[in-house]
């Protein structure tokens, strides 16, 4: 069967594909799909409608107007919910059960959770009285910021997207999606649901491509944009930034991570493997949240790496449908060079790999896909490269302490401030060390629990800005005070 051709979507239709690029999946090495690359033009068509779309009647939509349309998205894409997962399970070739409970569902909730917080929004409004007996009323109505450009990653595509997309037609703005070129599938097919549920032509565009010198760089530097949400690396955030710097235009950058875990000796020790195994090696390490770091109080320390190293060795690899399989390969084999790279980097640098460390062998076509072994390190130096950057596949360095303070400072001890877990069943030392993460969010006893209205976001070189509930509705609108004198 011929591979599906993936196109454009600007200004409320798929344009003629033009040059392509091969979608290549992970799994076997297959052609998943030929991509059409937006060219310049494209891109500037694309900020055309969009400006268009917010410059008319999109932009005057009322609240109510936009809450019922994130609703009826809502409902179309649980309507498609098997379309969509069939497409990000291609890109990314993730076990089906997870991109179900994981991916997909997110996208139903995104859309539903930024329906509620706007519905519920009030309006900031103050009485002014001066000591002279002037007073004034102030209210500060809220705006589109305007055309956004949205540019995503291939981790999670369609929950990342979505994530930014909801809040972004909250507020009324119209955007130019660059999703990963990697994971092109979720975003095109959401473009067609968006259209099915009454989103206005030029609302939502899609351009396919890559960064430095294709689609990313196009839309970054547009002189037309009048924001840029953007989540993926460190690095890639720092050339946007560069890219916006001449327009001075606001951004909202969810980066990497070097994320700490910590398990006191008091902890329940078979929730906390669990819970550690899952921040390990949830999407084969492949979610900025992920656990790279644990920190383990001397007395449990051979227990908990134990325990890992069976959890590491029980995960099953195989294809996405079929129902043992635990465990998917990385996205692309560059990533998993990059990834053993790390695995030969940190033999070097002293760590003892407890399990793991290499790539399995696995029958058929299987093995011409992007697989790894989960792998787990002892004895790594605190300073080693391998303990400090993030690897963004299935591993963590394991590190014995002794006392809260130093777990504190060495948890602390990196560029990055993402995420971070606390394991012990003291809860008041739970509250404490968590509070004194420098990150973004902290868990106790969990990890990846979501509450859709909380802050998430990162510190240093993991972010800027915070997203869910009021926070994303802060940066895609722009406040207009007005005072009226009484
Ligand atoms: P990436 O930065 O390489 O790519 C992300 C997106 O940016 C892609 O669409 C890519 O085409 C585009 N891009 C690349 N260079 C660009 C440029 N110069 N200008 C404009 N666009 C450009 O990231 P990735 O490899 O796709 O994703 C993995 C990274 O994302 C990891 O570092 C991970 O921690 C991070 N991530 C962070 C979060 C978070 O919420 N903090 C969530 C998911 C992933
Ligand atoms: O849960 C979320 O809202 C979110 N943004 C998750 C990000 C995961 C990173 O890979």
Redesign the pocket.
């Known amino acids: 069967m011929a591979a599906k051709t993936l196109r454009n979507y600007v200004g409320g239709a798929f344009l003629p594909p033009g040059n392509t690029f091969d979608k290549i999946s992970p799994v076997d090495g297959s052609l998943v799909a030929q991509v059409a690359e937006a060219d310049r033009n494209t891109v500037d068509q694309a900020v055309a409608a969009a400006r268009k779309a917010v410059d008319g009647a999109w932009g005057n939509t009322s609240v109510p107007e936009r809450v019922a349309l994130l609703r009826r998205i809502a409902d179309r894409v649980e309507a498609r919910f098997d379309d969509l997962l069939a497409a990000e399970v291609a890109d990314t070739g993730k076990p089906l059960a997870l991109a179900r409970e994981l991916d997909v569902a997110r996208a139903v909730a995104n859309f539903r959770a930024f329906a509620d917080v706007t519905a519920a929004r009030g309006l900031d409004s103050f009485l002014t009285e001066l000591p002279d007996g002037r007073r004034a009323l102030n209210y500060a109505l809220r705006k589109p910021l305007g055309v956004v450009g949205i540019?995503?990653?291939?981790?999670?595509p369609l929950l990342?997207l979505t994530w930014k997309l909801a809040p972004a037609l909250a507020g009324g703005n119209a955007v130019v999606i660059?999703?990963?070129?990697?994971t092109p599938s979720s975003a095109t097919l959401l473009a067609e649901i968006c259209a099915e549920a009454g989103v206005p032509d030029g609302v939502v565009n899609v351009v396919h491509g890559?960064?430095?010198d294709s689609a990313?760089?196009w839309l970054?530097t547009h002189p037309d944009l009048d924001g840029v949400t953007?989540?993926?690396?460190?690095a890639?955030g720092a050339?946007?930034m560069r890219?916006v710097a001449p327009h001075v235009r606001p951004v909202s950058f969810?980066?990497?991570?070097k994320n700490a875990a910590i398990v006191f000796a008091d902890a329940d020790l078979s929730r906390t493997v669990d819970g550690l195994a899952r921040s390990i090696f949830t999407n084969t390490g492949q979610v900025?949240l992920c656990t790279e770091r644990v920190y383990l109080q001397r007395p449990v320390f051979d227990e908990v790496v134990a325990g890992l190293a069976d959890r590491a060795r029980a995960l099953r690899p195989g294809r996405p449908d079929d129902p043992s399989t635990t465990t998917g390969p990385l996205i692309s084999l560059a990533h998993r060079e990059k990834v053993l790279s790390y695995y030969r980097l940190a033999e070097s640098e002293g760590a003892t790999t407890v399990t793991g460390g290499g790539v399995p062998s696995l029958a058929g076509s299987l093995d011409r896909g992007a697989w790894i072994e989960p792998t787990l390190w002892t004895g790594l130096p605190h300073d080693a490269r391998a303990a400090r950057e993030?690897v963004?596949g299935p591993v963590a360095a394991l590190i014995p302490f002794d006392t809260e303070e130093e777990a504190t400072r060495l948890a602390n001890d990196t560029r990055y401030g993402?995420a971070a877990a606390v394991w012990t069943r003291d809860l008041e030392r739970g509250h404490r060390v968590a509070g004194r993460m420098r990150v973004g969010m902290s868990w106790v006893n969990t990890w990846f629990l979501r509450d859709l209205r909380s802050p998430f976001g990162?510190v240093g070189l993991?972010?800027i800005g915070r997203e869910g509930g009021e926070h994303s509705l802060h940066f895609y609108t722009e406040p207009t005070n007005v005072c009226v004198a009484l």
Do not use: D, H, R, Y
């Not at 540019?151 to 999670?156: D, S």
């Not at 953007?230 to 460190?234: A, N």
């Not at 969810?254 to 991570?257: A, N, P, R, T, V």
């Open positions: 540019i995503v990653p291939w981790n999670l990342l660059k999703p990963s070129e990697e890559f960064g430095p990313g760089e970054t953007f989540t993926g690396e460190s890639t050339a946007i890219a969810e980066l990497g991570g900025c993030e963004f993402l990162g993991s972010g």
